[in-house]
Each structure stands twice: as structure tokens, then as C-alpha cells.
């Protein structure tokens, strides 16, 4: 099939996947003032696809939201505090949710008030509503949707169970997704790469599952880590954080060597420490805020992501710097973004596009500013060669 037209066409799958390292798709706007730094992707249509901007640029009029959920290819998620959730970019397999499957290139609501939490999967996405049901949308041939089948839906479908009601509680990837019920059990579902189900056993033993399976046997699950689609995580009640699936550049936090090939874990493992807090995962790299306001991170550095003036990988978890008023952070395989208590926005990594919002294109391995304090930052938010906040310069 031939793309009949950049903004509104139809690509196969491997084109989609062949750009995907091109950039992530950008048409989010706010009134209280949302910046975007970096690499706009090829599907969105504010401003023109492709452009890159290296130092925090607004874009202007449209929906104000509160939370951002980008994939980092093809669809973008926005929140608003009344419980609405919005979608806009690709949508061929129905991944916006709003059933059709015509691209959109604004937001347009998903139906529904009372949503608490979203995420988005290349071609799928899902989202929690404040009565604990879990829905599922979109692409589903490797059971990511978590059905019982392998069918595509263009509107929100429901799994079935009694789940938590805050957004910490659900979590999803491009590969399936993971939660937690009212009773501290937890959950996984979709494709098994490398163990990423947790069920203790090898991807060629259980290559995926249609219906939501339970990690082990605890009751004591207490927030899920968002991951990238082949290694997840999830924190206990005692503040514990474990881990599971492909492990590569230290990206499990095991302290083994790297490239082992006994870095990947098909059943949960735990990373020392108790005062794990706030954990997510993106490509090869996990970073969290731990209960004392400090920010780490592990994994792969090629790009100086950690934080740590270097390059070097660390399959150990270690501390940013030495500051205690990290509040929130999001990331890419190669750039950190994060901000602190008083709204100021700090950035790390890679610098390709602009996307450290530096005015130039140069790498930093330690973090650097973007926004000075201010009160009125509500988001930080990261996908593929982009960055963005909302705040005022």
C-alpha cells in the first residue's frame, strides 16, 4: 500500500516501524503555555511534520490538558483534571479510541469522564477509570488488548476484573500491559518477549497470553512501573521494587555484566532498596524518584542519559546529583527530562534535534535547565528525539 498522504494516509506496518526512529508526532496545546524541544515526527500536522526546534517553542489555542501520554511513534494521549481523555495522530488499526479509524491530527474525545490514567503502545492503547475498570483499544495481534482474541477494536473494550482505582495501579506497552487489583494481586498481559510476563517461564514456553495471568502470589502489589514492552516492574507496599524481563546494558539494575545473556528475568527480581517511590523504563534505561525526592536512573548510557558526566552503562542504580526536590521525570532511550518542586525543568542525554531545548544541538551528560522555577509546570513528558512542558519561560 502506498501512503496516499503524509498527514491523513494509510502506511503498511514496516513503514510505520521504519519511522518510527524518524520522530514522534506533535500537535498538543494549552492555554497555560505547552513548549515543545526537539524532533517533530511525520504524522502530526502542527506545524508542519519534520520540523525541529532546539529551544522551548509554544504551540498556541486548542485543549488545555493536565497529563501527556506519548508512545513516542504514532498517537498522543492528553488528560484533563474533569476526567476526560483525548486523543489525536495514526490511527489505522482504531488506536485513538474514538471509533473509526480516520488519522486526526487535533484532539478529539475518547468517550467517557471518569478516566484516571492512559498509555499508549505504538498501535494500541488503554486507559483506567476511576471505578477500577480497565479498557483496552487498538492493534491487538499479539494479544495486547488482553480480549481473548486477537481482534482490533477502535473503541474501548473492557477487561474484565476488579481493579484499583488510582493511576499508579495500571500501565501499558506496544506489546500489552500489566495492573493491579483491589485485592494487591498483579497482572499481566499480551506477548511474553523474554519473559516479560512474569509467569516464570521462557518466551518459547508461553509466547503470549489473550487474558490477563498473575505474577506469582503476592497481595502486597502496590504501583506499577511504566516500561518499555519487553521489561517491566512494579513496587510492593514495603516500598520494595522488582523487575522481570529483557535485560540488556543493565536496564534490570541486577549489577551482573553486561550483554550477559542471564540478564533477562522471566520471573520478578528485586532491586535493592525501600524507598522506591515513583519507577518508569524506556528502551534500555529505568529511572526513578525515590520517597527522599532523589532521582536515579540505570541502564544504558550511551548518550549520557544517566546523569553521571559519562557515557558508561550502570547495571546498578545511581544517583543524579545531589538534589532532594525531584518531583517527576519522563524519558526516551536516550534523553532524561525531569522537573523539581518549584517547576523547574531539567534535561540530560542525547541532543540531536534540540531536544535538551538548549538552543543547540550538543550532548550533555549532566543535567542542564530549560525552564526556571515556576509554579504554573504541571508536565514533563518525553518521546522519541522530543521533549516538552508546560510552564512559562
Not at 501512503?3 to 506496518?13: A, H, R
Not at 474514538?98 to 498509555?119: D, L
Request: charged share 10%; with cysteine.
Amino acid at each position: 500500500m502506498a501512503i496516499t498522504n503524509k498527514e491523513e494516509g494509510v502506511w503498511e506496518l514496516d513503514q510505520v516501524y521504519n519511522k518510527i526512529n524518524q520522530g514522534s508526532i506533535w500537535a498538543y496545546t494549552g492555554e497555560q503555555g505547552l513548549f515543545r524541544f526537539g524532533q517533530k515526527g511525520v504524522w502530526s500536522a502542527v506545524p508542519a511534520p519534520g520540523s525541529t526546534v532546539s529551544s522551548p517553542t509554544q504551540i498556541t489555542g486548542g485543549t488545555s490538558f493536565t497529563k501527556i501520554y506519548p508512545n513516542g511513534a504514532t498517537t498522543m494521549f492528553g488528560a484533563q483534571g474533569t476526567g476526560t481523555l483525548y486523543s489525536w495522530g495514526y490511527n489505522t488499526y482504531g488506536n485513538l479510541g474514538v471509533n473509526s479509524r480516520t488519522n486526526h491530527s487535533s484532539p478529539i474525545q475518547i468517550p467517557g469522564t471518569t478516566w484516571v490514567a492512559a498509555g499508549a503502545g505504538i498501535f494500541n492503547a488503554g486507559g483506567l477509570k476511576s471505578d477500577g475498570s480497565v479498557w483496552q483499544w487498538g492493534y491487538n495481534h499479539q494479544s495486547q488488548l488482553g480480549q481473548g482474541n486477537k481482534t482490533a477494536y477502535s473503541s474501548p473494550v473492557q477487561i474484565p476484573g476488579s481493579w484499583g482505582t488510582t493511576a499508579d495501579k495500571y500501565a501499558t506497552t506496544s506489546q500489552g500491559g500489566m495492573a493491579i487489583k483491589t485485592d494487591g494481586t498483579l497482572w499481566t498481559w499480551g506477548y511474553n518477549t523474554n519473559g516479560a510476563l512474569g509467569q516464570n517461564q521462557a518466551e518459547a514456553q508461553l509466547n503470549e497470553t489473550a487474558s490477563p495471568v498473575q505474577v506469582g502470589t503476592n497481595t502486597n502489589w502496590n504501583k506499577v512501573c511504566g516500561s518499555s514492552p519487553s521489561n517491566l516492574g512494579a513496587i510492593k507496599t514495603d516500598g520494595t521494587l522488582w523487575v522481570w524481563g529483557y535485560g540488556r546494558d543493565g536496564n534490570l539494575g541486577q549489577n551482573t555484566a553486561l550483554f550477559a545473556g542471564t540478564n533477562s528475568y522471566s520471573s520478578p527480581v528485586q532491586i535493592p532498596g525501600t524507598t522506591w517511590d515513583i519507577v518508569r523504563g524506556s528502551g534500555y534505561i529505568m529511572r526513578s524518584i525515590k520517597t527522599d525526592g532523589t532521582l536515579w536512573a540505570w541502564g544504558r548510557n550511551i548518550r549520557g542519559a544517566l546523569g553521571q558526566n559519562n557515557t558508561a552503562n550502570s547495571s546498578s542504580p545511581i544517583q543524579i546529583g545531589t538534589d532532594t526536590t525531584w518531583e517527576d521525570f519522563d524519558g526516551d532511550a536516550y534523553t532524561t527530562i525531569a522537573k523539581k518542586t518549584n517547576g523547574s525543568v531539567w534535561a540530560i542525554g542525547s541532543n540531536t534535534y534540540g531536544q535538551l531545548g538548549q538552543n543547540d544541538t550538543t550532548q550533555r551528560s549532566s543535567p542542564v535547565q530549560v525552564f526556571g522555577a515556576n509554579s504554573s509546570t504541571v508536565i514533563v513528558a518525553a518521546a522519541y528525539n522530543s521533549n516538552f512542558a508546560t510552564g512559562q519561560l
